[in-house]
């Protein structure tokens, strides 16, 4: 019976430690929940900047599609800049041959 403080005080400082490594644990859990968040948000804006640079860099250069359809299909089309569609015009287009691309 000599050692029974010792014991209930190292229980004691046990149960203390558990109840601490819970509370740090939950609450790290909480903050990897928002940085997986912000990490997937990062991850959209980065995808969506990609898309405006190729689409920024088309509307300024329209020999950029002549080129890109060059490196991706071996057929040289006459007129391409003839197809290209704005969204301000689509409505007017009369052409059936219309191809409607879908982005990720």
Do not use: A, C, W
């Not at 010792?6 to 990897?32: A, C, D, M, P, Q």
């Not at 057929?75 to 003839?82: V, Y």
């Amino acid at each position: 019976m000599k050692y029974s403080r010792h014991i209930v005080f190292f229980l004691f400082i046990n149960l203390l430690i558990v109840f601490v490594s819970i509370f740090f644990g939950n609450y790290t859990r909480k903050l990897e929940n928002t940085n997986n968040t912000i990490k997937m948000e990062i991850l959209k804006s980065q995808e969506q900047l990609k898309i405006n640079k190729i689409e920024y860099s088309f509307y300024n250069n329209p020999d950029y599609l002549k080129r890109l359809h060059n490196i991706y299909f071996s057929l040289e089309q006459e007129n391409l800049e003839s197809k290209i569609v704005s969204i301000k015009n689509i409505k007017d287009y009369k052409n059936n041959n219309l191809i409607l691309v879908d982005l990720k």
